[in-house]
C-alpha cells in the first residue's frame, strides 16, 4: 500500500520556538519522490521541497529543514525560530513510479505560530 | 498572471445541477492534474492529462465527473447532476512534465470552491 500519515493534527507553538512536523510514508517502491508542500489561509498550495529516494542527504533552505531518514520511513519538516507568517498547513506527499506521477497526500498538519 | 488559474474562485449550485470548473494552467506546462480537498483533509486525486489525452483518470469518483483539455492548455471539469457530498474546493495543477521524466513540482492554482445546496 502507499500511504502517507502526518500524524499530528494540530501544533501551536509560540513564535521564535523551533516546531517539526512529522511525516511517516509506506511504499513497496524502492524509487519514489517525497514533497512537502505549504498551504496558507488563502488555499494556493506552495511547492517546498522534492526528495527522490537515493538521496538521503538532509537539505537546509533558511530556517526551512528537512530529514529523510529511509531505515524509519520517515520524512520530517523543521522550521527553526517560527514566524507568524508560517501558520497554514503543511502538506508531505509521496509519488511513487507507477503513480503516473499522482500525488498521495497526508491528511496535513495545521500549524499554528502564536505572536 | 504566470500562475494556475481556476475560475470560478466560488460557485454555488442546487443538487441535481451541472456546473463546470475551469483551469488555466502555466503556459507550456504538458501536464495538468486535478484533485479534490475536502475540509481538513489532504488533496484527493481525480485525473491526470498529459498533453490532450487523460493519461489517469483512475481518481474519478463516478461517472457524474468527466474532464478535458481539448487542446492540451485549459482543462474543463465537469459534473453532472451535482450532489450535496460533491462539496469541495477543486484544486487544479500544473507541471512542465515530460512523461517518463523524474517528476517536477506541481504548481498549484487558487482552487474553485463548489458548494452543492
Known amino acids: 500500500a502507499q500511504k502517507v500519515t502526518q500524524a499530528q493534527t494540530e501544533i501551536s507553538v509560540v513564535e521564535k520556538e523551533d516546531v517539526t512536523l512529522d511525516c511517516v510514508y509506506e511504499t513497496r517502491d524502492t524509487t519514489y519522490y517525497l514533497f512537502w508542500y505549504k498551504q496558507p489561509p488563502s488555499g494556493e498550495l506552495v511547492f517546498l521541497i522534492r526528495r527522490n529516494s537515493f538521496d538521503e542527504q538532509n537539505e537546509i533552505s533558511g530556517r526551512y529543514s528537512w530529514n529523510f531518514q529511509k531505515s524509519t520511513s520517515s520524512f520530517n519538516f523543521t522550521i527553526t525560530a517560527s514566524q507568524v507568517v508560517d501558520s497554514a498547513v503543511y502538506f508531505c506527499?509521496?509519488?511513487?513510479?507507477?503513480?503516473?506521477?499522482?500525488?498521495?497526500w497526508g491528511a496535513g498538519t495545521k500549524l499554528i505560530i502564536k505572536p | 498572471g504566470a500562475g494556475v488559474s481556476q475560475t470560478p474562485s466560488n460557485k454555488v449550485t442546487e443538487k441535481g445541477k451541472y456546473v463546470e470548473l475551469r483551469c488555466d494552467p502555466i503556459?507550456?506546462?504538458?501536464?495538468l492534474y486535478w484533485y479534490r480537498q475536502s475540509l481538513g483533509q489532504g488533496p484527493e486525486f481525480l485525473i491526470y492529462?498529459?498533453?490532450?489525452?487523460?493519461?489517469?483518470d483512475s481518481g474519478l469518483p463516478n461517472d457524474r465527473f468527466f474532464a478535458v483539455r481539448p487542446e492540451g492548455s485549459v482543462s474543463t471539469l465537469k459534473i453532472q447532476r451535482t450532489e450535496r457530498g460533491d462539496s469541495a474546493v477543486y484544486l487544479c495543477?500544473?507541471?512542465?512534465?515530460?512523461?517518463?521524466?523524474?517528476?517536477?513540482?506541481?504548481?498549484f492554482g487558487p482552487g474553485t470552491r463548489l458548494t452543492v445546496l
Open positions: 506527499a509521496l509519488r511513487y513510479m507507477d503513480s503516473n506521477y499522482q500525488l498521495i
Open positions: 495543477a500544473s507541471s512542465p512534465q515530460l512523461a517518463g521524466a523524474s517528476p517536477n513540482e506541481q504548481f
Open positions: 503556459s507550456g506546462h504538458t501536464a
Open positions: 492529462f498529459q498533453g490532450t489525452g487523460a493519461a489517469d
